[in-house]
């Protein structure tokens, strides 16, 4: 059996946390493998990868820079030395990695090992020798080309913004000649090449080339033979480019659609993600030794990245014996509960073999707090049955509304609850409101259920945050909030002691607060602070979702004039009433705010440059027919724009500031698209 320590690449892969980012590329551009990876006292980090580089090169990073204070390292996938290559290609497919950074017992770095010497170590048999290269273009990439003479500069921006690994190059006849990758930004990076010159001054020409009908094993062969990461596939029968293929397309596809290598392993691994907010957690055995070979989100939350650790990691061996004992008799475990971590689970598993290895699946449904409830109600059973006598006359003495209740019916409560319902006892309330639940408003921001369902079976299944609600009390007729706390009265009882805490005053602060935080305090619509969080939120949807917004900015002209003439309360004056009219005619969607002094500005969401300077035109005519008393008339410059595809929020707004300026220069009361 081949493991990692066996094909593992430990020479000028690692650097320390202090080196700097021109030391990165150096060691990059002389390993050819594409990646760094940084240590601290010879644990790993982090890793730097190409793309990284890429980053590095459209932002005219400063190369003397330490890398740590550069990147920001998350944790790393580490996988030790002793695993096989088959445990290690799931675990790199399952995680979405590119290569396995290989460590020691003790989790010291020894070296990487890469997708391509993965694939290369699986025994012959695994490729099938009829597996062509036309069946794994499916999930590859576009091609995305630019002339030979455009620039550098400008193709590593557009792999950077498409987020592809590499750009053709063609000729005047439409044909392609060469290819510029991430790679080649390491090599220029490390070569100190202008970026403005052609892409023909750094592309790996001739482009390497093969057909769809070649044989995968060839292919690998041919890529690592030239120490290339793309190839471009032709046509069997045309030659003509049909898509670009990397190793890791090819790592990808030997898992999914040419399923040999793994064909019987958990085919339904990815229903499980079904079950939201549940760990699940994937065991393998791997040199006879249960491991964690991938965690879902919800499992890491809880136990941390566990990821090439032992099972014994996040379940104490009693425990796990008892499930395994389950497992190996059954097949499977059901409703097995456990305690790991500080919290308590219960555990469904389903168990499978392949390749003669056991590959075990774990939900863990969190019952924490189901469990935390029984423990203290048990604690406190004995002293509960003791105060049930005294328990009327202490909520008596509670400010908050108390009551002891199963959901349907109430068993008892307290003087706060009757004076804020104005009833003198609980038949009367009955009488009058029905359940407790029926007086609750029904409104997004607090809880509130459908009738027919016991509003204190559905509250506990909520979140602590959401079991907070809105009563009209009955003498004020006021709304006020509440937020609910409830204890098991006994652990063989159904009742619920329900404590209703008054935070109405702390609500409205909060709700003071972020108004304050986001609106201007003279006219009253967004701030500054607001729209710029709005347009980074509007460049991130545009770019995910491929749609357009336009800005307008508009500013008021002469409006040193009015200060001057009319005093600065007049000019107060104009201001809100400018920003009145404006609100009263521009969309919910869109975001109007004080950019500040006499400007303007205006977020139009979905909305394109030739709508934009219609409303634009609309709102310049409605501000010259403001009339306010004993001032000359009002009228103010606009200029607007769409966003362009390299757009950031201060591109976008500059050109629109642009535009405006030439509305005020050209004669002012215009408006000026850009």
């Known amino acids: 059996m081949i493991l990692l320590k066996d094909i593992l690449i430990d020479q000028q892969v690692s650097i320390c946390k202090t080196a700097s980012l021109e030391v990165a590329i150096d060691v990059m551009y002389n390993n050819h493998q594409g990646v760094v990876v940084v240590i601290d006292d010879n644990f790993p980090i982090g890793i730097i990868t190409q793309k990284d580089i890429l980053d590095i090169v459209n932002s ?13 390292f998350n944790s790393i996938i580490s996988v030790n030395s002793r695993r096989s290559i088959e445990y290690s290609i799931n675990l790199l497919i399952d ?3 590119k290569r396995l950074v290989v460590v020691d017992d003790s989790g010291h770095f020894l070296g990487v090992v890469t997708q391509d010497k993965l694939i290369k170590s699986l025994e012959e048999d695994s490729f099938r020798t009829n597996l062509l290269i036309s069946g794994f273009i499916q999930n590859s990439h576009e091609i995305i080309t630019l002339n030979q003479d455009d620039s550098i500069d400008k193709a590593f921006k557009i792999m950077q913004y498409k987020n592809i690994g590499s750009i053709i190059a063609i000729d005047e006849n439409l044909k392609p000649i060469g290819i510029l990758t991430q790679k ?18 750094a592309m790996s020409s001739p482009i390497i080339c093969v057909k769809s009908n070649e044989v995968v094993k060839d292919v690998i062969n ?44 958990l085919k339904n691994i990815k229903q499980t993600l079904n079950y939201i907010g549940e760990s699940i957690l994937e065991i ?77 699946l774990l939900i863990l449904k969190d019952i924490s707090e189901f469990e935390y409830a029984v423990i203290d109600a048990n604690k406190k059973s004995i002293e509960l049955e003791k105060e049930l006598n005294i328990l009327q006359g202490v909520i008596d003495q509670q400010n908050n509304i108390v009551m002891v209740t199963n959901g349907r019916t109430i068993v008892s409560t307290n003087k706060s609850f009757f004076n804020f319902f104005n009833v003198v006892d609980v038949q009367q309330f009955t009488n009058k409101y029905g359940c407790l639940s029926d007086t609750f408003i029904t409104h997004d921001d607090f809880y509130s259920l459908a009738d027919g369902i016991n509003w204190i079976e559905d509250i506990l299944e909520r ?71 709005a347009i980074k939120i509007a460049l991130d949807k545009v770019k995910r979702y491929q749609s357009t917004f336009s800005v307008i900015l508009l500013d008021i002209d002469h409006f040193k004039k009015f ?4 005093g600065h309360i007049k000019g107060d004056e104009i201001l809100v009433s400018i920003s009145s009219n404006i609100n009263k005619n521009v969309r919910i969607s869109d975001v109007f705010a004080r950019w500040g002094g006499e400007e303007f500005i205006v977020l139009l969401p979905e909305t394109a440059l030739e709508k934009a300077e219609l409303l634009a035109q609309n709102l310049r005519k409605i501000i010259s027919n403001i009339d306010i008393e004993g001032v000359d008339k009002i009228t103010a410059s606009f200029g607007v724009t769409q966003f362009h595809e390299y757009d950031n929020e201060n591109t976008i707004t500059q050109r629109a500031d642009e535009a405006m300026y030439e509305a005020k220069e050209s004669g002012r009361n215009k408006v000026i698209s850009k």
């Open 222 to 265: 041919l890529m690592s033979a030239e120490r290339i990461n793309q190839i471009l596939v032709l046509d069997d029968k045309t030659d003509e480019p049909i898509s670009t293929l990397s190793i890791r397309d090819i790592t990808h596809n030997l898992k999914g659609s040419y399923g040999h290598i793994l064909e019987n392993k």
């Open 95 to 97: 995680n979405n990695i």
């Open 284 to 360: 393998y055995e791997d040199n006879n030794e249960q491991i964690i070979q991938w965690m879902n989100d919800k499992a890491i939350e809880n136990f941390g990245k566990c990821l090439d650790k032992s099972i014994f990691t996040i379940f104490d061996a009693k425990s796990w014996f008892k499930i395994y004992k389950q497992i190996k008799d059954y097949e499977n475990c059901e409703r097995f509960k456990i305690e790991s971590n500080g919290m308590y689970f219960e555990v469904i598993c389903s168990y499978h073999l392949v390749n003669d290895k056991e590959t075990i």
């Open 463 to 533: 979140n602590e945050k959401d079991r907070v609600v809105s009563i009209i009390e009955s003498k004020t007729i006021e709304p006020k909030v509440f937020t609910i706390q409830l204890n098991k009265l006994s652990s063989d009882n159904e009742n619920y002691v329900v404590t209703f805490t008054d935070i109405t005053e702390i609500k409205l602060q909060s709700q003071k607060y972020y108004f304050n935080a986001t609106h201007d305090a003279l006219t009253q619509i967004y701030n500054r602070a607001y729209y710029l969080d």
């Open 184 to 201: 080649d930004a390491v090599y220029i990076a490390n070569s100190k090449i202008d970026k403005t010159l052609p892409i023909k001054e």
């Open 563 to 566: 200060n001057d003439n009319y």
């Open 60 to 72: 005219s990073q400063n190369l003397t820079a330490i890398v740590t204070d550069v990147f920001k």
